[in-house]
Structure formats: C-alpha cells, structure tokens
C-alpha cells in the first residue's frame, strides 16, 4: 500500500481563504475587524521567524496585527502589566506570548494573566479546563489543525482506536481530549510506554508528538492506519540540513492509509488555526454566531 499524502499546505490555503471571507463580511456588514496581539520576549531566532509569519498571515486575512517586541532581560512586572493592557483593549481579540520564555520569566503565571477569551493559543488553565470538561473553549492550534485533517479525511472518527504518542500540554494532552470529543478510543503513550511500537500498532489514528527525529518506524503502522506527524526536526543529513518529523516518513507511507508530510503536513496548519481561533474569539466576544468548521 502507498498511503495517501494528506496536504497540509493546501488545506491550511483553505482555512485562511474561509477565515478572510469571513472577516470581509464583518468588515463589510459590521464596520468591525478582528485585531490579533502577539508578544515576543527576547531575541530567539525560531520565534522570531514563527512571529512574522503570524503578523504576515494576519493581515492577509484582513486581520489588524499588533506585534510587542520587548528585551530578553523585560522585568515579569512590565509583561504581566503589557498583558493587562491588551486584556483591556477592545481592538485586541486574540493575544498570544510567543514561548519559550526566557528563563526569569514563570511561563505559567504570565499564561494565566491572558483573558480566557482572548486566550487563542488554548494554554490558559480555564481553556485547559473547559476543553478537559468537554465546554466551549479556545483550542490549542496544532491539535485543532490535527483534528480539522482527520475530520476531512474520515468524516465521522466515532469508535477509531487512536494513539497519541507524546504527552505535552500544547500538543499531545489536548490532542487526546479532542479526539475523546469526537468518540475515539484514546492511548496516551510516551517515552516510558512498555512496548511502544506494539502499542502504535493498535492505531487506526496515529498523532506523532514526541520530537524525536523518525522515531516511529513503519513496521509500527498498522496496514491502512491515518498518520499525523507533528514533529518538525532540523537535522544533518548527506551534509545538508533537512526538515524531519517524528515518523520515518518513506516507511509508514508504505504502510499507512493516509500520512501528514514534514514539511508542508500538520505545520502550516497551526497558524491558519491560530487564525481561526482569533476569528472565533472575535465572533464570541460580539455575541456573533461562530465559523462554521473552524472549531473544535
Ligand atoms: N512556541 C512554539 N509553538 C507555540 C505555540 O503554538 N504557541 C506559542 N505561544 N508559542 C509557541
């Protein structure tokens, strides 16, 4: 079997296209526009990169982006008082704070400081709760962009045995709840999980999050399985640097139904996602009826 390659670049294409409609009409019927708040701390050559694709992305959806750029050395004080004022402001609907923090900085604490209902990166501990609880919540974009692929590719996920490996807050625990919410069978597996590849095996839905460069072997894919590889790893290979995800992409592809690529899978779809979110926090905010299909 050769699975079908799931396209994360097209789809996220999508994503952005319905979110810019949308926001035309609410400019158009509305006077309004949504406004996205994203913070920086520090000069981290990644976020910076991940920060202007956000601020680019944004306005091309016709949001209105506001990007904070503060030094690495900002007292927690400043931030927490930075997030108040966003919190406060009416043109901001969405705030993010670009992690990792610097090392002075209690991530947590400054996560908890953001209005839950501008919280679009779904960190907040009420968010966390609501999600966990099965309520209307802001979801964490890269498992919604997950969930968004695995709707489109299998309709309804009912009864679906599905494996997340990896147990991070931003990824592989929201990961699971979502796809509870939608009535899979749910395994958490990770680093200590006894006889991983066996447990992998069980997976009619496969979500990769472990960060380990092609850890998951093809011989761990169950024949026609629908695999979603989060990892983004940057590695030496041939003497060149390449982009790799946490499956050994050539051979779960011989064996799965369907697969996510690294580049161009799960990856574009966490800032259309991020988007969609500041959409939905925009709608909420204005007593307005939400996107259809941009939620969880
Ligand atoms: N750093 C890497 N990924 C993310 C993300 O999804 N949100 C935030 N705030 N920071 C990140």
């Not at 503060?70 to 969405?94: F, K, Q, S």
């Not at 709840?177 to 839905?205: F, K, M, N, Y």
Request: hydrophobic share 45%.
């Amino acid at each position: 079997m050769t699975a079908a390659i799931i396209d994360g670049k097209a789809f996220a294409a999508r994503v952005r296209a319905e979110v810019a409609a949308h926001v035309a009409r609410l400019k158009e019927e509305q006077g309004l526009t949504p406004g996205l708040a994203v913070v920086l701390v520090g000069e981290d050559p990644a976020s910076q990169v991940y920060v202007s694709s956000k601020g680019k992305q944004t306005v091309e959806v016709g949001m209105t982006s506001f990007e904070h750029k503060l030094p690495a050395d900002t007292p927690e004080a400043d931030l927490l008082a930075l997030i108040a004022r966003l919190n406060a402001d009416p043109a901001v609907h969405g705030i993010l704070v670009q992690l990792p923090l610097p090392g002075h900085l209690n991530s947590e604490l400054v996560i908890n400081s953001i209005d839950p209902a501008k919280d679009v990166d779904g960190f907040h501990i009420s968010n966390v709760g609501l999600l966990g609880t099965g309520q209307k919540s802001m979801v964490p974009c890269t498992p919604l962009g997950c969930l968004m692929m695995l709707r489109d590719h299998h309709g309804s996920l009912s009864g679906l045995n599905a494996v997340v490996v990896g147990r991070s807050n931003i990824v592989g625990k929201p990961m699971a709840q979502l796809l509870l919410g939608d009535s899979c069978t749910v395994t958490i597996a990770h680093s200590r999980t006894r006889d991983l590849p066996a447990v992998c095996r069980q997976a009619d839905i496969l979500v990769a999050a472990v960060g380990r460069p092609e850890m998951i072997k093809g011989d761990w894919v169950k024949p026609g399985a629908t695999v979603i590889d989060v990892g983004i790893n940057r590695i030496e290979r041939d003497g060149k640097t390449r982009l790799v995800g946490d499956v050994d992409f050539a051979g779960a592809a011989a064996v799965a139904g369907a697969i996510t690529p690294v580049p161009g899978g799960v990856g574009p779809m966490t800032i259309a996602c991020l988007l969609a979110n500041t959409l939905t926090a925009f709608c909420r905010s204005h007593g307005l009826s939400e996107p259809q299909g941009l939620t969880a």
